[in-house]
């Protein structure tokens, strides 16, 4: 092999060593309460009626009912990739120390390792951006395989989670207006794209259509909004004004609903587990939802605002965590022991499973890092605007609107938990590393400056 790739193969090793760091250290991968629903997709070839099964499907292909290290693995790896292809892209002339030296900042001071190492489709949030901006802006610097290889990235990261494909959306509207504003990327260079998060949604609507024989994207994400609509009071204060003109079932429990968006949805004793839980209750949460967001414009925009910005800076990592023991209520003990016995001994000799993980030094590197990591992409925005650097613009922004968007999505829309923020700020670190390297001038030399700065350099 040439000296090129021997370098390329040593930074995929290297990078995916970092990227399983969190497991390793953990003694087994880390398990979340809703991992164990993803787990039993293949296992019980069960649909979920809360979460697209997709996820699930790609877990059950690299697990093979043994062991849940591969799932780790390959997440590591994908990181690495999209990573790798985002430098390559837009880091011309860097020297491999550069590559690893980001692979190095992302492995310790970002949430990515606790991702990669985590059983869950959360992984696939920073690597729908990367891979969506990457397939539309860059494609003719990249190799054909790696374009091809990176659409495909898009149509399973968009169909892994619900989230993933409204913010695949908003991603494709922010880069329509780059490309109108900037030319930066060509707008037929979004179709790709497009269409790859079109077969998402398809393959969403799919499933739920052999499963419940009716059309649905999201089948329960009416029972969500309004559950959120009640942190906000103004689903108890609509109630409170129509109840007496409107039999609404849930007027039966207007005194005791909750403030608390997952009080709501997973208390056993809550108004809705009364009310025959979600699945029951999801025809008149439809209807309801959608009345009381009109009722009230402007105040639920005020408040989804101020969701939007705290959730934009509550990105701490380790919520969820826990110990998943036989006591729990999750049935995660019963999934692992059951269907990957092998995996027993590791899984019960794991620090998460000793409640061993102290995620107090953790958050006081990553926290920080997180807030210089946002003011750089900020400051990053502004110089790039100022040079005339369109492609770095366009990758800024579209980083920055993958931010606010996933802040809206799961702040404003869901209930706030913090780690819904730290899976996606890594991206603010990595997009400061790119803006560094292309926006330092004494350091990089005369020539580059000037085919940076030149219209070629801008072009599509």
Request: hydrophobic fraction near 55%.
């Amino acid at each position: 092999m040439t000296g090129g790739v021997w370098r390329l193969t040593a930074t995929y090793l290297l990078g995916t060593l970092l990227f399983c760091w969190v497991a390793l250290w953990n003694g087994y991968p880390l398990l979340y309460s809703d991992s164990a629903a993803y787990l039993d997709v293949l296992a019980h070839r069960h649909n979920l009626p809360d979460r697209p099964l997709y996820y699930g499907i790609f877990i059950g292909l690299l697990d093979w009912g043994i062991t849940l290290w591969p799932i780790v693995v390959a997440q590591s790896l994908l990181a690495v990739f999209a990573v790798e292809r985002t430098l390559t892209a837009l880091m011309p002339g860097r020297s491999w120390r550069w590559d690893w030296a980001v692979l190095l900042l992302l492995a310790t001071l970002t949430s990515l390792p606790w991702f990669t190492g985590q059983v869950m489709a959360d992984i696939f949030t920073p690597l729908l951006v990367l891979a969506l901006y990457l397939a539309a802006a860059e494609r003719a610097r990249l190799p054909r395989w790696s374009w091809l290889a990176l659409l495909l990235l898009v149509s399973v990261a968009a169909a892994s989670h619900y989230t993933h494909i409204a913010l695949s959306l908003g991603l494709l509207a922010v880069l329509a207006g780059t490309a109108l504003v900037l030319r930066q990327p060509r707008l037929r260079d979004l179709l790709p794209p497009a269409a790859a998060v079109a077969l998402a949604i398809l393959a969403i609507l799919a499933a739920n259509y052999a499963a419940r024989r009716e059309v649905v994207l999201s089948p329960l994400g009416s029972v969500f909004l309004l559950a959120r609509l009640m942190e906000y009071g103004a689903a108890q204060d609509y109630l409170a004004a129509h109840c007496a003109t409107e039999p609404y079932r849930i007027c039966a429990y207007l005194p005791e609903l909750p403030s608390k968006t997952d009080d709501f949805l997973w208390h056993d004793d809550s108004a809705l587990a009364r009310l025959g839980g979600a699945e029951a209750y999801r025809s008149e949460a439809a209807v309801l939802a959608p009345r009381i967001l009109r009722s009230e414009p402007l105040r639920l925009a005020w408040q989804a605002a101020g969701a939007t910005l705290r959730q934009l800076v509550n990105f701490t990592t380790g919520s969820g965590l826990f110990s998943y023991g036989p006591e729990k209520p999750f049935p995660i003990y019963r999934m692992i022991t059951e269907f990957f016995p092998h995996d027993r001994t590791q899984f019960m000799n794991a620090r998460q499973y000793h409640d061993a993980l102290d995620f107090d030094l953790v958050n006081a590197i990553e926290v920080p890092a997180g807030f210089v990591a946002l003011a750089a992409l900020a400051v990053g925005l502004v110089a790039a605007g100022a040079q005339g650097d369109r492609r770095l613009l366009a990758f800024l922004l579209a980083v920055a609107a993958a931010l606010v968007g996933n802040a809206f999505l799961c702040g404003a829309l869901s209930s706030g938990d913090p780690r819904y923020q730290s899976r996606i700020m890594p991206l603010a670190l990595l997009a400061a590393a790119v803006a560094w390297y292309r926006l330092r001038p004494v350091r990089l030399g005369a020539p580059f400056i000037a085919a940076r700065r030149s219209p070629a350099a801008h072009s599509d």
